[in-house]
């Protein structure tokens, strides 16, 4: 694949064909899209500094040529670049009243945006058009220039993410060690302290952890702790993790233990179960309401009672 063609697509001057074959080539391999994000990332910049002081053509080239000559190409199969007059039409402006702190800035971290959400649940749309729910708790950032770099960092807490699709620019969510990488669906990631849960509603998502990548379908979870190396998926058992959107808490045959976790998440309450009924199942729907209402359901679901010590619940079984 030649830099002439890419540079032709992002010009919008390709034929319908050289889309197809572009297109083609970027789903072959991850470092061809990230040499076409490269480049993309150079076109845009130079957008933005059209307008600064005029500086000569063949001296611009010159820096140009001398900044790309320190990029490693991403892939064997890129041809060397001719001197064209795309590419100087490019170079020329990118350079202009700027020097080397351009080429710096472009390749170095960027810059994030962050998001949080403290005491209450966030709706949020990206710049991509991709929409975001934050549970209360959490923080995501995202990359300045995120239309043409889709990559963001769940640091704490529970998001929903319905994405966007966009072929040519993955969505990237990097988790401390895990990086999850999605087209366009929607999956909900719960990650708290060293453990993270990946609940897949639509579509298709790609997890990786250190060597290993698994993808997970509609309707498949997959849970990693702080201490694993594996990535083992399985089925979605319930739909607890979504009770921050819906207000709901769906509860179908599940264990009571788990619903009690998802409750004092929620609530911030403090609800434990005594020994001999922790094996209990649960089949019911509760609403986002009065925490005491949803224990006394549980109650006469189950047939339990319940006593306080301060902000302390206890759930047992009746006498």
Request: proline residues 1%; contains cysteine; aromatic residues 8%.
């Amino acid at each position: 694949m030649t830099d002439e063609l890419l540079i032709k697509v992002l010009l919008k001057e390709s034929t319908i064909e050289e889309n197809e074959k572009v297109e083609n080539w970027l789903n072959a391999a991850e470092a061809n899209k990230k040499h076409f994000l490269q480049l993309e990332t150079i076109w845009n910049v130079s957008n933005t500094l059209k307008n600064e002081n005029k500086r000569d053509e063949e001296q611009a080239w010159a820096s140009f040529k001398t900044r790309r000559a320190d990029l490693k190409p991403a892939v064997n199969n890129i041809k060397p670049l001719n001197l064209g007059k795309i590419w100087l039409r490019i170079a020329a402006v990118l350079f202009i009243a700027v020097g080397g702190w351009v080429a710096y800035s472009l390749y170095s971290r960027g810059n994030y945006t962050e998001l949080a959400a403290t005491n209450q649940v966030r709706t949020e749309t990206l710049p991509d058009g991709s929409a975001l729910t934050l549970n209360k708790n959490s923080k995501i950032s995202y990359a300045a220039n995120f239309k043409n770099n889709r990559k963001l960092k769940l640091e704490q807490g529970d998001v929903f993410f319905d994405v966007a699709k966009d072929k040519i620019h993955p969505f990237v969510i990097d988790i401390e060690k895990i990086s999850v990488e999605v087209v366009g669906t929607s999956f909900n990631i719960k990650h708290i302290k060293k453990d993270t849960e990946i609940n897949v509603e639509t579509g298709i998502v790609k997890v990786r952890l250190a060597n290993n990548e698994i993808k997970l379908y509609k309707g498949e979870k997959i849970y990693i702790d702080g201490n694993t190396s594996k990535l083992v998926k399985e089925q979605s058992t319930d739909q607890l993790y979504n009770y921050y959107r819906s207000n709901m808490f769906q509860a179908n045959n599940i264990a009571l233990s788990k619903l009690v976790i998802t409750l004092n998440e929620a609530y911030g309450s403090n609800i434990t179960l005594d020994e001999k009924i922790k094996g209990l199942t649960i089949n019911t729907t509760l609403k986002m309401g009065s925490i005491n209402q949803n224990l006394e359901i549980i109650c006469q679901t189950l047939n339990l009672q319940l006593s306080r010590n301060g902000n302390s619940i206890l759930l047992s079984a009746k006498k």
